[in-house]
């Protein structure tokens, strides 16, 4: 029997909030160019829900509650009118919301758009107006800071007041692989310049990674996103059933101008470029 997901995928490149298990063996090789990015982790959430996908000091966030949670925050981003062709910002400390953030943007089929909470006033007001974001998910402590409008604020402090309704019988069109999965502004002098990255190749670079010997299981992150984050180690330690582990930075290891950070850039190939460094953000097998 064809199940709700089915008939939405079917009538137009439909997505849903809990698709079935993507399983990469079984589909053949060519199947990571035809699979947007959060599926992914959404398979290896049906695998492993019990598995801890994000650790933050004493707080551990199970792949299955990661799911549950990236699902109700689509499900209320689509109500806002989040969905493909839309840029979603996302301003957050290091946490594990962050991954929730990303996650949730990407499934209700937005590109998301990492905002430093340290980045001067006037780099992030240019950075939004730049990325046309109508949304920014965020916390109250953040949002007062941020130059948008208390509406366009989506706070986790009202998580629980974001609806109620079974969040498997939603269905959409959802984004295709060549819809983009985010835009970055690298840090440095000057205006800032956009970089944009597309489903297709960030998956496929999953998918390489995790056909070779080393696939990430432990991933610390140390910055906030936005500053020199290659999202790729993110998503394929997810993709891999590894964890993702946040860890407050040390105020005085960073430096005082974020523009000083190492820059994040992505190659025409979609590799990270040379700018991400250790330091920064590393990955252990």
């Known amino acids: 029997m064809e199940t709700g997901y089915e008939r939405g995928f079917a009538a137009g490149g439909g997505t849903a909030l809990a698709p079935p298990p993507f399983r990469p063996a079984e589909a053949g090789a060519g199947a990571s160019l035809l699979v947007c990015v959060h599926r992914w982790v959404t398979a290896q959430a049906h695998r492993t829900p019990d598995a801890v996908a994000v650790e933050c000091g004493d707080e551990a966030l199970a792949y299955g509650e990661l799911e549950r949670r990236a699902r109700r925050l689509a499900l209320h981003l689509r109500s806002l009118g989040a969905g493909p062709g839309v840029r979603v910002a996302f301003c957050l400390e290091p946490s594990p919301e962050v991954l929730v953030a990303m996650l949730g943007i990407l499934k209700a089929g937005a590109a998301f758009v990492p905002v430093d909470p340290a980045s001067p006033a006037e780099?992030?007001?240019?950075?939004?107006?730049?990325?046309?974001?109508?949304?920014?998910v965020t916390r109250r402590a953040l949002a007062a800071g941020l130059p948008v409008d208390a509406a366009a604020a989506v706070c986790f402090d009202d998580e629980e007041e974001w609806g109620t309704r079974p969040l498997e019988s939603e269905v959409w069109r959802g984004p295709t692989v060549d819809d983009l999965a985010y835009v970055v502004y690298p840090s440095g002098?000057?205006?800032?310049?956009s970089v944009a990255m597309p489903h297709r190749p960030l998956s496929a670079q999953i998918a390489r990674q995790l056909a070779g010997p080393g696939a990430p299981r432990r991933t610390p992150l140390f910055a906030a996103p936005g500053r020199a984050t290659p999202f790729q180690q993110l998503f394929t330690t997810l993709a891999a059933g590894g964890t993702v582990v946040v860890e407050r930075p040390d105020p005085r290891a960073l430096p005082a101008d974020p523009s000083a950070a190492a820059p994040f850039s992505v190659s025409a190939a979609g590799q990270p470029a040379a700018g991400v460094t250790d330091s920064t953000f590393r990955s252990t097998p």
Not at 123 to 136: N, S
Not at 189 to 193: D, I, N, S, Y
Request: no cysteine; glycine share 6%.
């Open 123 to 136: 780099r992030v007001r240019w950075m939004l107006e730049d990325a046309h974001t109508p949304l920014v």
């Open 189 to 193: 002098a000057g205006t800032p310049r």
